[in-house]
T-cell receptor, first 108, second 117 residues
Framework: QKEVEQDPGPLSVPEGAIVSLNCTYS??????FMWYRQYSRKGPELLMY????GNKEDGRFTAQVDKSSKYISLFIRDSQPSDSATYLC????????FGKGTKLTVNP | GAVVSQHPSRVICKSGTSVKIECRSL??????MFWYRQFPKKSLMLMAT?????????EQGVEKDKFLINHASLTLSTLTVTSAHPEDSSFYICSARDAGGPTDTQYFGPGTRLTVL
């Protein structure tokens, strides 16, 4: 079993839709959890981070962590075409382990 | 804040030559920097962890003599791909840990696309 599993998609939604992105993991030692957004041919950009189970909201983005189920999610409300990118989950302690990324396209 | 730059953004070189990639933290001090490699439609693969003033720690399977890492200051780390071959062509991304910030997070550079002919 891979340490981090993420559905690569691709995921295509209409503008304004609510997007749900998910990752599962196997290592219970992971202490913090992050979501990165990566545009084509660019480096990843940190979107959200959290250390504990629960929800964290930042504008249209909500990160959710369920440590008991080893499951994290990123929700994007009122999605915009500019949200079209690959979203990477990452988690770990000293080192980060990344998911493969989910490619999202928001259609106008 | 928390800006990381990389130079060059793109490089094309002949097989057998060496290529140096610079990673700089512009507005914070980074005692730890990381070097990743990313293949198309694949996740980021950690190559090595670079600590200022000490030797880099390489991940299993990464040749330390081929991928030379130097972290001479708190804001600069370099990756040198020695005797590059076509199979070294990839997207190389660095990140820097802002240990002085409110959270222990990694900020990524824009990446360097290396093409070896």
């Amino acid at each position: 079993q891979k340490e981090v599993e993420q559905d690569p998609g691709p995921l295509s939604v209409p503008e304004g839709a609510i997007v749900s992105l998910n990752c599962t993991y196997s290592n219970s030692a992971f202490q913090y959890f992050m979501w990165y957004r990566q545009y084509s041919r660019k480096g990843p950009e940190l979107l959200m981070y959290t250390y504990s189970s629960g929800n964290k909201e930042d504008g249209r983005f909500t990160a959710q962590v369920d440590k008991s189920s080893k499951y994290i999610s990123l929700f994007i409300r009122d999605s915009q075409p500019s949200d079209s990118a690959t979203y990477l989950c990452a988690m770990g302690s000293e080192k980060l382990v990344f998911g493969k990324g989910t490619k999202l396209t928001v259609n106008p | 804040g928390a800006v990381v730059s990389q130079h060059p953004s793109r490089v094309i070189c002949k097989s057998g030559t060496s290529v140096k990639i610079e990673c700089r933290s512009l507005d914070f001090q980074a005692t730890t920097m990381f070097w990743y490699r990313q293949f198309p439609k694949k996740s980021l693969m950690l190559m090595a962890t670079s600590n200022e003033g000490s030797k880099a720690t390489y991940e299993q399977g990464v040749e330390k003599d081929k991928f030379l890492i130097n972290h001479a200051s708190l804001t600069l780390s370099t990756l040198t791909v020695t005797s590059a071959h076509p199979e070294d062509s990839s997207f190389y991304i660095c990140s820097a840990r802002d240990a002085g910030g409110p959270t222990d997070t990694q900020y990524f550079g824009p990446g360097t696309r290396l093409t070896v002919l």
